[in-house]
């Protein structure tokens, strides 16, 4: 997903600092065709427009679970955890299968844990 961001964002030349969230490198192979100079930190919201980028994104994430919640007509939860699982194995129960694919990323271990209680 990243990689889509700093290609729509960041010009040929421009310095981009990221926050080292994996093994060093992995975000550098996905952007080395974009010719930008990347800068890869741990913390790196200790820099004013990585900590800037980090409150707009955390905003945007928060009003797009909202709205999954409301069009899915349930609260739905953010992260991992029973809370999560039982949501996701009602919403199955009330909506389908078809349902989790718009409210969930399956390739995580909650999927499983959802189908398991159902």
Do not use: C, W
Request: a positive charge.
């Amino acid at each position: 997903m990243y990689k889509r961001q700093i290609g729509q964002l960041a010009k040929e030349g421009e310095n981009v600092v990221v926050d080292q969230f994996e093994r060093r490198g992995l975000v550098r192979a996905a952007v080395s065709s974009f010719g930008i100079r990347l800068t890869e930190v741990p913390r790196a919201e200790r820099h004013g427009a990585v900590a800037a980028a980090s409150i707009l994104a955390r905003r945007e994430f928060l009003l797009g679970m909202k709205e999954l919640s409301e069009d899915f007509g349930m609260a739905l939860h953010k992260g991992a955890g029973a809370p999560v699982d039982a949501v996701g194995a009602a919403l199955v129960r009330e909506q389908g299968e078809e349902a989790l694919r718009g409210a969930a990323k399956l390739h995580f271990k909650n999927t499983q844990k959802i189908f398991a209680r159902l």
